[in-house]
């Protein structure tokens, strides 16, 4: 059974960095995409950063602050966060597609920005 196991969150201070990891196990499949969404209270789950096909989008609100990274040989995805600001408050969830098309969420993980 396809299973996300996320890690990193915690309480920062504005300006300051967080690192999201996600490692996924389970699939016999390869990976289509994989990546990060974030959701604040009284808001709909938005995507933060995707990479598949060779290639990483991201929400305009995190270009230039956020760096996602993949590694396909160990099924993880990161998540560099740079100069973190309170607006980025949000439960962050990691997302995987594989080729058969299945797709899986990571159970959330917490990340408070104060200012």
């Known amino acids: 059974q396809l299973q996300l196991t996320e890690s990193g969150g915690g309480s920062v201070l504005a300006g300051e960095s967080l690192t999201l990891s996600c490692a996924a196990s389970?699939?016999?499949?390869?990976?289509?995409?994989m990546g990060w969404f974030r959701q604040s209270p009284g808001k709909t789950r938005e995507m933060v950063a995707m990479?598949?096909?060779?290639?990483?989008r991201y929400a305009n609100s995190v270009k230039g602050r956020f760096t996602i990274t993949r590694s396909l040989e160990t099924m993880t995805v990161d998540l560099q966060m740079n100069n973190l600001k309170p607006e980025d408050t949000a439960v962050y969830y990691c997302?995987?597609?594989?080729?058969?098309?299945?797709?899986?969420w990571g159970p959330g993980t917490q990340i408070t920005v104060s200012s």
């Open positions: 990479v598949g096909g060779g290639a990483a």
């Open positions: 389970g699939t016999a499949f390869g990976i289509n995409s």
């Open positions: 997302k995987l597609s594989t080729l058969n098309a299945a797709e899986a």
